[in-house]
């Protein structure tokens, strides 16, 4: 039984094995993108104080992000090679404080990270890490909150879930759907100590309310707004949002990896997952609950892009809606398991091994999908490192180094990147050649 036991860990080990290497692989060749050299001089000429009220009346009003953005560029440019394995572990130990299994709990974070529509704007660029990934570490510690902590002051889960809401507009928007879903089934779910859970949540869903509120108040918004096209109306706004919504969810589901993923996570939630049972009626019930309520989380989060500029948000922001609707999906997965371990008791032994067989075959193709395109992802870090790294030599002379990710190059937009560049290194201008 022993031996069994280990190969059922066996594809999990190894997807986690293999994503572990390229997130720490490719980490170390992250640099200083585009937004980086702007924060950072306007750090470097405001200071940490000065920087926090100034992009607050100047720019956004995202005080996690622009507070966790000043605290690391204090440490030093160097440090953004690291801080994807540092968040990435995180986030492991996190979910590792829900889920009590390391493995399992590694294993979720990188399907996730598989299922980026632009991992490098969202996981390897410290602005977007700081923008769009960064949250759920906050989001992970107020679930731990709310399903384990049997006494705890609601400061503390109210703090948390203000804290993650304050990295994005978009995330903030698009996790009450998914706080929704949490009420309605700690209000059907839990018998007992219901009144205790409903407090912690009610408390979660007034911290991200309040930093949706606290957002708006920003003068900056008013300044950024007059760079972006602003919606005609607001039906458009809604029509927009249901039609890209209807795309982007196809669009998910047409790619291969993306459902790889999804039979893998349900499949290794089968498999070590067991203890919960539940009667028909409220196991399928929550499952459609919390699956709508990740069609509704990337709704919100495609919404929040039309609303403020007219256009479909760009990948790193629709990073968000794919990880709203993970979270979803994986709650959603735990009570369709439960149901099975409850009406299928007899045949639950045949019904393991098929699990088994068909986790091990969804794994090995989901590699041979993902593999590769972290692959070129790696490259395209690792070149743009080398470049840049014998350009900064040159200063203020520099060759206009390949963008990566899509971001900016150093001559687009007026060459706003290079007067960054040029503010933080101390130069007038930078001569592009």
Known sequence: MKIFKVLFYLPTFSIVLVGFYLIVSTSLYVRYWVDDFCSAAFLKDNGFWGAQLGWWKSWTGRYSAVFFTSLFELVGPWVVRFLPIFLFLLLVFTSYLILKNFLISALFVILVFINSPNIIQSFYWQTGLLNYTAEFV????????????????????????????????????????????????LHFF????????????????????????????????????????????????????????????????????????????????????????????????????????????????????????????????????????????????????????????????????????????????????????????????????????????NLPEVKNVKPVGGLDSFTDNKGWVSSCIARYYGFEEIIVK
């Not at 149901?339 to 794994?363: E, G, P, Q, R, T």
């Open 138 to 185: 906050f989001l992970n510690i107020f679930l731990v909150f709310l399903l384990f902590k049997k006494r705890a002051s609601l400061i503390f889960p109210f703090l948390f879930t203000f804290i993650a809401g304050g990295f994005s507009e978009a995330f903030a928007l698009g996790s009450i759907p998914f706080f929704l879903c949490l009420g309605v089934a």
């Open 190 to 393: 839990y018998r007992e100590k219901r009144d205790k859970k409903l407090k912690v949540w009610i408390a979660g869903l007034l911290g991200i309310l309040f930093s949706l509120f606290l957002m708006s108040l920003s003068p900056g918004n008013a300044t950024r707004s007059e760079f972006v096209t602003r919606p005609e109306s607001f039906s458009f706004v809604a029509r927009s949002t249901f039609l890209a919504t209807r795309w982007y969810l196809l669009r998910m589901f047409s790619i291969n990896t993306f459902v790889y993923s999804l039979f893998v996570a349900f499949l290794t939630i089968f498999l070590f997952f067991r203890e919960v049972k539940l009667n028909l009626r409220d196991g399928f019930l929550f499952s459609f609950i919390f699956f709508i309520g990740g069609i509704f989380s990337v709704m919100l989060v495609i919404f929040s892009g039309f609303y403020s500029m007219s256009i479909l948000p760009p990948e790193r922001t629709l990073f968000l809606a794919v990880c709203l609707f993970f979270y979803c999906f994986f709650i959603a997965s735990f009570f369709v398991v439960g149901v099975v371990n409850k009406y299928l008791v007899s045949k639950l032994n045949n019904i393991v091994n098929i699990a088994f067989i068909l986790n091990m075959f969804f794994s090995v193709i989901l590699f041979f999908n993902f593999y590769p395109h972290w692959i070129n992802v790696r490259k395209e870090v690792k070149d743009y490192a080398i470049a840049w790294d014998v350009e900064v030599r």
